[in-house]
């Protein structure tokens, strides 16, 4: 018998408040938010490779053993592991998000590249320091180039008329 899920998360940017129009902050935040969608959607190399079957079938004798060794809870975690999706709506204003630097930022390519470099390290937890040390430079410059990126965007957004979300 199959049991619908429902999804009853509460969450957080429901209930923050909307600016009256695009301001760079805001835009860095839908970017961030957009990457951390992304990371979200189930990764094509992996669909086909799926199964209803956990990765290894334990017989009783090596359940005691791992209760023996302290590994039984680290297994057991580890077999019952849930990946929520995220919604349409989530889907909708990431490919939204991810498309602006491309679209706003085509003639500046330093911009593009520091708004989606800063965006992607905020997004898994990381700062501007973490983009330095893959891509060299000095932070204070990559988060310049980022707000100032973030500012454009908002401007051809405001230009657009593009509702706020």
């Known amino acids: 018998m199959t049991v619908p899920i429902r999804r009853n998360v509460v969450?957080?940017?429901e209930f923050e408040e909307l600016p009256s129009t695009w301001n760079g902050p805001h835009?860095?935040?839908?970017?961030t938010k957009g990457f951390t969608?992304?990371?979200?959607?189930?990764?094509r190399d992996r669909l086909g490779v799926r199964s209803a079957w956990p990765p290894?079938?334990?017989e009783y004798f090596d359940l005691v053993a791992q209760a023996e060794q302290g590994e039984l809870e680290r297994t057991m975690r580890q077999q019952n592991r849930v990946r929520i999706q995220p919604s349409a709506n989530e889907i909708a204003c990431m490919e939204a998000a991810l498309g602006w630097p491309a679209q706003y930022l085509r003639a500046q390519p330093?911009?593009?590249e520091a708004v989606n470099a800063v965006a992607f390290a905020?997004?898994?937890?990381?700062d501007a320091g973490w983009v330095t040390k893959s891509r060299g430079g000095y932070a204070d410059a990559w988060r310049e180039r980022h707000d100032e990126g973030c500012e454009r965007i908002a401007e051809g957004l405001i230009k657009d008329r593009?509702?706020?979300f």
């Open 37 to 43: 969608t992304l990371r979200l959607l189930p990764r």
């Open 56 to 58: 290894h079938m334990y």
């Open 122 to 126: 905020h997004s898994r937890g990381l």
């Open 110 to 112: 330093e911009l593009c």
């Open 11 to 13: 969450r957080l940017d």
């Open 27 to 31: 835009v860095a935040l839908r970017i």
């Open 162 to 164: 593009l509702k706020v």
